[in-house]
């Protein structure tokens, strides 16, 4: 299969090259970033010298829509919406790793990303890309919405329980954590290195663009409208999420029931590994992989749950899932293309 990229020089566009360079089923014959067409993709990354020998073109979408088969978009938010709807009346399918087409409500969308939103059209013609949860709807799409890095951790920490009623869901806190590429490679004083080193910092105190997408994912499964507690921090590291969720049971139930649910819940999934009682992830063991990790802990003395749930932000947060909608969508083994063994230390 023939893929393009969109949003070259970005990190999740990299990784994507990255991974899809030792996908058997795919070949990407055109990276697009209109900022640095004409150059070589090693100029802006040395690392893949060697590897990868692809010029940077700028964007003609009728010839793009004629030479390829695939388009993952790797743009910034309010970029997309344009880009999309060209590519599939001339029969592309999409896989959009932002954020242009998660949210179903154009309203809601405006006043969470202060962007105009996406025509309604192609709002309804989207699936939610989370692979684990979604999986026979994925098959059939046409235009994927890759989920957020955050909503992919919390989300996939959650679903089990919310799924089986386990907890009360007005009660569910999120403290969440990320890594300073989570930002993207744009610079600006919040990501200076010297404001992140040796530092730690809560932003986008409830107004953060993940809020209603996790909401919105929540209210599918249950019928009902969700409104979440949610804190993202900036950390001082360069790749990794971390989200510990916290709720209310509503009923009694020990920390060994709940894995034997989460173990049940995610035994056909390859991606989500669940930690043995007592045990609980780090970042740094899912470092460039797919995988997302999850430990528990019932607290019988206070009746709640604590999930934590570690990604790498860039690939199963982004690139690594964007491929493994790719594989549900042509009826590959969705781990083909993603058999990294984690970085680590």
């Given at each position: ?14 990784e ?17 970033s ?20 692809q ?24 970029v ?43 709002l ?29 951790a ?10 089986n ?7 569910i ?76 049971l509503?009923?009694?139930i ?51 749950l ?8 860039l ?18 083994d ?12």
């Amino acid at each position: 299969m023939k893929a393009a990229i969109i949003g070259g020089t970005g990190y999740s566009s990299v990784e994507l090259v990255r991974l899809l360079h030792q996908h058997p089923f795919v070949d990407v014959t055109t990276i697009i970033s209109n900022s640095q067409a004409g150059s070589m993709l090693h100029e802006t990354y040395p690392h893949v010298t060697c590897v990868v020998e692809q010029t940077l073109q700028s964007l003609d979408l009728n010839k793009l829509s004629q030479s390829v088969e695939i388009v993952f978009l790797a743009t910034p938010s309010g970029v997309s919406k344009s880009i999309v709807p060209g590519l599939m009346e001339n029969g592309v399918k999409c896989i959009d790793l932002s954020g242009d087409f998660r949210l179903r409500s154009a309203q809601s969308y405006e006043e969470w990303y202060k962007h105009t939103a996406a025509d309604e059209r192609y709002l309804a013609k989207a699936t939610y890309g989370l692979s684990e949860i979604y999986e026979e709807q994925i098959k059939s799409a046409t235009l994927i919405a890759n989920p957020g890095c955050y909503p992919t951790a919390t989300l996939l920490g959650l679903m089990p329980v919310i799924k089986n009623k386990l907890i009360d869901n007005k009660t569910i806190i999120i403290d969440a954590k990320s890594g300073v590429s989570g930002a993207g490679r744009s610079v600006s004083m919040g990501t200076h290195f010297a404001e992140v080193n040796e530092n730690l910092k809560a932003y986008k105190i409830g107004a953060h663009q993940h809020i209603p997408e996790i909401e919105q994912t929540l209210q599918n499964e249950t019928g009902q409208s969700q409104a979440i507690t949610f804190t993202t921090h900036l950390v001082p590291m360069t790749r990794g999420i971390m989200c510990t969720m916290h709720a209310n049971l509503s009923d009694v139930i020990t920390t060994s029931d709940v894995l034997q649910l989460y173990n049940e819940f995610y035994q056909a999934h390859h991606f989500v590994r669940v930690r043995p009682e007592g045990t609980f992830p780090s970042t740094k063991e899912v470092l460039g992989s797919n995988f997302c990790d999850i430990g528990l802990h019932v607290d019988a003395r206070t009746g709640r749950l604590t999930i934590i749930s570690v990604i790498d932000n860039l690939v199963k947060g982004a690139s690594g899932q964007a491929i493994q909608n790719l594989n549900l969508l042509n009826g590959w083994d969705v781990r083909t293309g993603l058999l990294e063994v984690p970085v680590y230390p």
